[in-house]
């Protein structure tokens, strides 16, 4: 069936207001700002997947445009709801039930009527944006979004809810082990972020601010006190990071989704061990000789630990301490350096894209520098322009490493880690 085209599309500007949600023990109801506020735009909540209409009600007309849209959307059916703190029972609790997390099989519809209240939706980081809704405000949350309401400091609010011919508008809670793989939620992931299993920016994953000093390059290298770096703040420098708990003997199925969603079509698992690996000591300060590559370097850790460091935006070092069902990717481009930690052991899947372009190139040799992936990885994540260069001299380096195909593993390390 052909659908005609909206007459009356979704707006990117208007009065909406939202922002970053500030996780404090204040009430729900309470704006939870952080100071100063973080503004989030009707355009980035549209690239979320957020439809917003302003539809002002005290235009006498303003139940044509609804009309429409319910005709052009297909809505057709709706209720109104009547919220106060003076006529709803139990209206504390009522007003927590709405607040769980949650999502749903079809599009969230809310059209204000009068009065206000707060819808909480998750961002691409699976960070709260509170979204506030006055009246002549229409927000559609799409299916699988996962959300939730409260009633504001005004304890008021009236809204029609619209539905498409059978309302599938029960809502899934998030604490259910089920609803993250619900068809509806996995449908969310791909259309509005183009991939089902995200980065993370929590997790148990450590780093910090490495203190150069002439101990070992095993050691922790930490500050005193120690200066920790956060998942978010790696994230900024173009590190990507999951935990995938490798005890949970489904783990592999979430590595096949990453690697089917990113693209990775070889692999292979290097195990060291000092006691097995010929001139351990040489072969784990080659590791450590910092190095960019013209792909991202994968690693997920199976057992074992190390330490990855990366260079900021000051040239400084983070450390990174990789430990079994950790996986993380460096950026290509990004100056880095491996070494193991004292336990001496780390088992590790190496993934790769089909073309395996991770040769090691060196800081030390003077054209790394001006290297094609190190001056567009400089410009994307440190927001410096590039200097001028050739892309084709970035061609010149022959690729070393082999990779093997998908099933062949269990090798022992010969290459880089
Ligand atoms: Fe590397």
Redesign the pocket.
Do not use: K, N, S
């Given at each position: 069936m052909v659908q005609s085209a909206a007459t009356l599309l979704p707006q990117t500007i208007g009065p909406l207001k939202a922002w970053k949600f500030n996780p404090t023990d204040e009430d729900q109801r309470e704006l939870h700002q952080y100071s100063p506020n973080q503004e989030v735009t009707i355009a980035e909540l549209a690239q979320i997947g957020v439809l917003y209409w302003n539809i002002d009600v005290s235009d006498e007309k303003y139940e044509d445009k609804v009309e429409t849209i319910c005709a052009e959307r297909q809505y057709k059916n709706r209720d109104v709801i009547n919220i106060r703190r003076e006529t709803l029972p139990n209206y504390d609790q009522k007003i927590k039930t709405f607040f769980e997390e949650h999502i749903h099989e079809d599009e969230e519809i809310r059209f204000i009527l009068e009065g206000s209240g707060f819808f909480d939706v998750r961002n691409r980081n699976d960070e709260w944006i509170r979204v506030a809704a006055t009246a002549s405000d229409m927000i559609i949350l799409p299916a699988g979004m996962y959300h939730r309401f409260t009633l504001d400091t005004n304890n008021h609010i009236k809204a029609m809810r619209l539905f498409k011919e059978d309302p599938q508008w029960t809502p899934l809670n998030r604490d259910n082990p089920t609803t993250d793989s619900n068809k509806f939620r996995l449908e969310y992931l791909k259309n509005v972020h183009g991939a089902t299993v995200l980065p993370q920016i929590t997790g148990p994953l450590l780093a910090w601010r490495f203190n150069e000093t002439n101990e070992d390059q095993r050691e922790l290298h930490q500050f005193t006190p120690n200066q920790p770096v956060s998942i978010p703040e790696l994230a900024k420098l173009g590190v990507l990071y999951w935990n995938i708990d490798v005890q949970n003997e489904k783990f592999m199925d979430t590595v096949e989704t990453i690697c089917s969603e990113r693209k990775y079509k070889n692999r292979d698992v290097i195990n060291i061990r000092k006691e097995t690996l010929p001139n351990y000591d040489e072969k784990i300060k080659t590791f450590f000789e910092e190095?960019i590559?013209e792909d991202e370097?994968i690693r997920f850790i199976l057992d074992g630990s190390g330490y990855f460091d990366i260079r900021d935006k000051n040239d400084s070092w983070i450390r990174v301490a990789a430990k079994a069902s950790d996986m993380i990717i460096?950026p290509a481009g990004m100056y880095?350096r491996?070494t193991l930690d004292t336990s001496n052991y780390i088992k590790a899947m190496r993934l790769f894209k089909e073309d395996p372009q991770?040769t090691?190139l060196n800081r030390a040799d003077v054209a790394t520098q001006s290297n094609t992936f190190r001056v567009s990885y400089v410009k994307e994540f440190h927001g410096v322009s590039p200097l001028k260069r050739n892309s084709e001299e970035a061609g010149d380096v022959e690729p070393l490493g082999k990779a093997v195909k998908v099933g062949d593993a269990d090798q022992v390390a010969e290459a880089?880690?």
């Open positions: 190095h590559h370097e460096l880095h491996f991770w090691p880089a880690v």
